[in-house]
């Protein structure tokens, strides 16, 4: 449970730091104030880590400029017209912003941009109002006209203002509601809710680039899944990724099957899990988590309803795919995310034929080919899409992946698996066949590759020999 004596203690640790102290100092000897506001205070109070240090001032651009340079090594310009000026002071990146009281028009996210002249007139302004906090420095005062206090210390997430007046001036909030729910593990006040139900198509004014960035943020979260079942309970997420919620596939008396929806949910929890353990302390794998929840995107589609109750979703992992990267490319993801997760998407069900029988060692060559540089994805995507209850199946699976992956790093060690290559190159393969470069030498490589994969190494000279045979075939 929070401490707030202690949260308190910890903030003003912060303050009492060379960094905070050198900029108090500075504003103070100024005759202007200072805050450091926002998450950074949020984060003290909650005892978690505070990275980096915003602040707000009554003064403005100029006059920032002109206080901070004698006792910063660098300074640039984040957005003057919004009155934030960046610089480094003791080696640390600082941002202090002139108190805003801005207005919208209600049709883009863009800001008349206001300066204010006062610190609590700047928090009412602000998200929710657990970011709606400061501390005064060197005076070491916290100030919270919106009850943020109140709100840490009962989990929730509440904005500042009538919830659909915040949203007004800026849809994309609602979007951070969801981000903060997952990453601070708190409950949504009802009202705001409500309000985000209420005005989800106003989502529409905001950039693909700003919803992409929102999403990565909550997919990076430890828990994802709180803040995905607020988009879709509220309507967001078919505003922006509709593949999501179409995965609640109704189910009738006749024909029954894993529900899809929850299924996913489950996967993306059990691939964060997998990844933590086989990589701790690297970043979130934004990729891995995409395609965790939309791995099965494809089975709405591809359903069919058989006679005695049976269902079918064929071929919705190459269904998937496709629909996978056309919903990536809207909402502007880079195209080697976008080339990543589809890749993922498409092989997913590739290993359950393993699970079904030995594979060969051709087929395992070819596994590993085909995932390529995802093959450690599709092993973490591939172990948590098992979510059945059943345990005998469970531990055969868990068992058949362990046997996989123990033959994969047999055969890299033996061959060299990660840089298999035909043991004939371009070039000779135009020697051997007196012919120039073009299509043919292209599909040469791919027999020879084939032959490679599926038998190992069985000399340059039986190479030679298999190839004319092939070219005099094929002629």
């Known amino acids: 449970m929070l401490n707030m004596a202690e949260g308190v203690a910890r903030l003003g640790a912060l303050a009492e730091s060379p960094i905070v102290a050198t900029l108090a100092e500075a504003f103070a000897d100024a005759g202007r104030e200072l805050s450091i506001v926002g998450g950074p205070v949020r984060d003290a109070l909650l005892d978690r880590p505070v990275h980096d240090l915003d602040f707000t001032t009554d003064a403005h651009p100029d006059e920032i400029l002109r206080i901070i340079t004698p006792i910063s090594t660098a300074q640039w310009d984040v957005g003057r017209e919004f ?51 400061a501390m005064r420095v060197p005076q070491r005062t916290l100030v919270d006209p919106t009850g943020g206090v109140e709100d840490l210390l009962a989990g929730r997430l509440r904005t500042p203002i009538d919830p659909r007046v915040s949203f007004g001036d800026d849809p994309l909030r609602m979007l951070r509601a969801a981000r903060f729910a997952s990453q601070l593990e708190f409950e949504v006040d009802p009202g705001t809710t409500e309000a985000m139900a209420e005005l989800r198509e106003t989502l529409r004014i905001v950039s693909p680039e700003r ?70 302390g690297a970043a979130p794998d934004v990729p891995l988590r995409l395609a965790a929840l939309l791995h099965d995107i494809g089975k709405p589609a591809t359903r069919r309803l058989e006679p005695g109750g049976g269902v079918t979703f064929h071929h919705h992992d190459v269904k998937g795919a496709r629909m996978a990267k056309k919903r990536l490319n809207a909402l502007r993801f880079d195209s080697d995310t976008t080339k990543a997760v589809c890749r993922l998407i498409e092989l997913h069900l590739r290993f359950f034929g393993y699970a079904e029988g030995a594979w060969t060692d051709a087929a395992v060559r070819r596994y590993v080919r085909d995932a390529d540089s995802e093959l450690e994805r599709l092993h973490i995507l591939t172990r948590a899409d098992v979510t059945t209850r059943n345990r005998r199946k469970a531990n055969r699976l868990a068992t058949a992946y362990d046997d996989i992956e123990r033959r994969i790093d047999e055969l890299a060690e033996q061959e060299q698996l990660d840089a298999m290559r035909p043991e004939l190159d371009g070039n000779r393969i135009q020697e051997v066949l007196g012919i120039r470069p073009g299509r043919e030498v292209g599909e040469a490589y791919r027999f020879l590759l084939d032959i490679r994969l599926d038998e190992g190494l069985i000399g340059p000279d039986a190479a030679e020999q298999r190839l004319r045979e092939w070219w005099a075939a094929r002629s």
């Open 83 to 133: 009155g934030t000026i960046g610089a480094r002071v003791r080696g640390e990146q600082v941002e202090v912003t002139t108190y805003r009281a801005d207005s919208y028009d209600g049709t883009t996210r863009k800001p008349v941009v206001a300066f204010g002249d006062s610190l609590e007139g700047d928090l009412v302004r602000r998200d929710f109002t657990v970011n709606a906090m």
């Open 211 to 280: 919803v992409q960035g929102e999403l990565v943020r909550l997919i990076g979260t430890d828990d994802p899944v709180r803040g995905i079942r607020l988009l879709v309970d509220t309507g967001l997420m078919a505003e922006f990724l509709p593949e999501v919620p179409a995965l609640r596939l109704e189910v009738d008396e006749h024909h029954h099957h894993k529900d899809v929806y929850e299924h996913s949910l489950t996967v993306v929890m059990q691939a964060i899990a997998l990844e933590k353990r086989r990589h701790p």
